[in-house]
């Protein structure tokens, strides 16, 4: 089978072909000789882990992890899934989603009964997906699985839709979820609400460095007046 895409970055040409022309990532299950994209592949998990080895493609990572996710993990650094090579996320982010991450369908039905997620997966489609790329990392042991801490970004990368999302949709997609971090957080008690606001408040520094508001249109109004 060839590959759907004409121009893929080198380590993704390697990776084998699914029967519709996709790719098929490193942390794709093989279920009876077909990948299932919905099923993280458990053995991949730990050499990702234990050889640092890029979530996309399989190959080692260099001193940069790009880790593909949603707003809300941008504001508690958490992350369900290793990083990834910044090319391999950016390619999987601009010409097919779903390439980044299991179950990025939300697609249940008929899924192996051993598949299960660390962590507590927020059950929306955000619209809006991060890149977030960073020097540090570090992995932990939570509900029988691993979750990753991300580090300060190097770099911050928003998309929606396969193209740079504007900071209007990311602003949006914030205040429409956060609500369940909040709810997460009341119910593991004070210092998980003080911890999650210190967290909010840092990803708003952030944010307001990289993708800043337009003027306030009065302003910009009075300016174009004088
Ligand atoms: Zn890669």
């Known amino acids: 089978m060839a590959s759907r895409f004409e121009h893929m970055p080198p380590r993704l040409a390697k990776l084998p072909v699914d029967e519709r022309g996709y790719p098929v990532p490193y942390f794709v299950e093989w ?9 993280m592949n458990q053995q991949h998990l730990v050499a990702a882990i234990r050889f640092s080895r890029c979530w996309i493609c399989g190959e080692k990572l260099g001193r940069f992890k ?3 996710i949603g707003p809300m993990c941008c504001i508690n650094r958490i ?18 989603p779903f390439l980044t991450r299991p179950m990025a369908k939300r697609n249940t039905r008929g899924m192996p ?39 300060e970004p190097e770099r911050l990368q928003f998309f929606r839709e396969g193209r740079e999302a504007t900071r ?3 602003d949006h997609s914030i205040a429409t979820g956060v609500h369940q971090l909040d709810d997460l957080a009341k119910t593991e008690g004070t210092k998980a609400i003080v911890q999650l606001e210190n967290y909010k408040r840092r990803f708003r520094e952030i944010l307001d460095g ?3 508001l337009p003027p306030p249109k009065e302003a910009s109004d009075a300016a174009r007046a004088s």
Request: glycine share 8%; aromatic share 10%.
């Open 168 to 170: 209007e949709e990311v």
């Open 31 to 39: 279920i009876d000789g077909k990948p299932d994209f919905r099923v």
């Open 66 to 68: 790009a880790f593909v």
């Open 210 to 212: 990289i993708l800043p």
């Open 79 to 96: 992350s369900s899934e290793p990083p990834s090579h910044h090319e391999c996320a950016r390619f999987a982010v601009e010409a097919c």
């Open 113 to 151: 009964e051993e598949a299960w997620t660390a962590g507590i997966m927020l059950d929306r489609n955000p619209g809006v997906t991060c890149i977030w790329t960073t020097l540090a990392c570090r992995w932990f042991r939570d509900n029988g699985g691993v979750l990753f801490r991300i580090g």
